[in-house]
């Protein structure tokens, strides 16, 4: 199974991009339009740091990823994927990594009915097309700063109404999902009270305000504003990453309250800075937290994502559809 996934991603640069006229198609070797990820089926895994695979977006597509991170350094002119400024690197920009592919991607998706205005929206997945692709932005510089210019960013998935969004009374669906991570602030994403495409990665671990009302709409963190609540693992919970902390009676009953508390507000738990090694306890840790109930399960090993696909637990990806 593991070398049919592999096969997938290969499959990925098989079939190229060639012009019909002005349009581009995504085309297999007889001249069919074909999924780029053709055949994969989605599972609830967040490639972190998805930047630095290789190929950056599609190694975590072809593994059927359904969430991808990416850190941004905003330099007061372009927003360069990096995590430090010494480390950008021209061409490395998030249009070029991110939106211009996923343009492409969405384009080929709903080639069959133009941008499908009469339609749901086909997304990324060929094998499941209303499944949304998180794209998650963590912001390393000013969020402030960088802002308005990461909206501007996703102007051609925004203007084919391709992005997730808040219409000022409920959620809409959308082949794509955005998430501001990082310094990225409560008061920034809820600016705009009637429409908003950029929603919170929300502190998982302090979720709970004075002014949560017993009512989905009525948290403070909800549908309308974010979509993870995440957290690192070891300090949120105290599970003890570097042994067999995953014994924590403890630690096991606080990460159940995360995760309900999330889930109570209609939003997605992921825990991220999960050990890689002993293999063993990565494995365990992993079952463990599918069990009890993350959304995506946060992996900086595509390989062995692949590699133990089938003797995880997985559930249906889970989505966040409304602000009810």
């Known amino acids: 199974m593991a070398i049919v996934l592999l096969l997938s991603i290969f499959l990925l640069f098989l079939f190229p991009q060639e012009g019909h006229g002005k349009k581009k198609q995504w085309l297999d070797t007889v001249g069919n339009w074909r999924s780029p990820v053709y055949g994969v089926e989605p599972i609830p895994c967040h490639s972190h740091n998805d930047y630095l695979r290789s190929p950056p977006l599609f190694a975590a597509l072809g593994t059927g990823c359904v969430s ?124 705009n009270n009637t429409y908003r495409d950029i929603f919170l990665d929300a502190p998982l671990d302090s979720l709970k305000d004075k002014s949560d009302l017993k009512k989905k709409s009525m948290f403070k963190y909800n549908p309308s ?62 079952q463990v937290l599918i069990r009890e109930g993350v959304g995506v399960l946060n992996v900086d090993d595509l390989a062995a994502v692949r590699e133990l696909r089938w003797t995880l637990p997985w559930k249906e990806p889970a989505a966040v559809t409304s602000q009810q």
């Not at 969405?106 to 998180?134: C, E, H, I, M, T």
């Not at 957290?231 to 606080?254: E, Q, S």
């Open 68 to 191: 991808v991170e990416t850190d941004i350094y905003f330099d007061g002119q372009e927003l360069y994927v990096s995590h430090y400024e010494e480390d950008r690197t021209q061409n490395a920009t998030l249009s070029k990594l991110y939106i211009e592919p996923l343009t492409e991607i969405l384009k080929a998706a709903n080639s069959g009915g133009g941008d499908g205005a009469n339609r749901p929206q086909a997304g990324v997945f060929g094998a499941a097309p209303s499944q949304s692709l998180v794209l998650v932005i963590d912001f390393k510089t000013s969020a402030s700063e960088a802002w308005p210019h990461v909206n501007e960013a996703l102007e051609p998935l925004r203007q084919r109404g391709w992005l997730e969004h808040w219409n000022g009374t409920n959620r809409v669906p959308g082949p794509v999902t955005v998430v501001g991570s990082g310094g990225v602030s409560y008061k920034l994403v809820t600016a």
């Open 225 to 286: 504003n974010s979509h993870y609540a995440s957290a690192k693992l070891d300090k949120a919970t105290g599970i003890d990453i570097t042994w067999i902390g995953f014994r924590n009676k403890a630690g096991i009953r606080k990460l159940r309250t995360q995760i309900h508390e999330a889930t109570d507000r209609g939003l997605l738990p992921r825990y991220w800075g999960t050990p890689g090694r002993p293999r063993l306890f990565r494995k365990t840790l992993w």
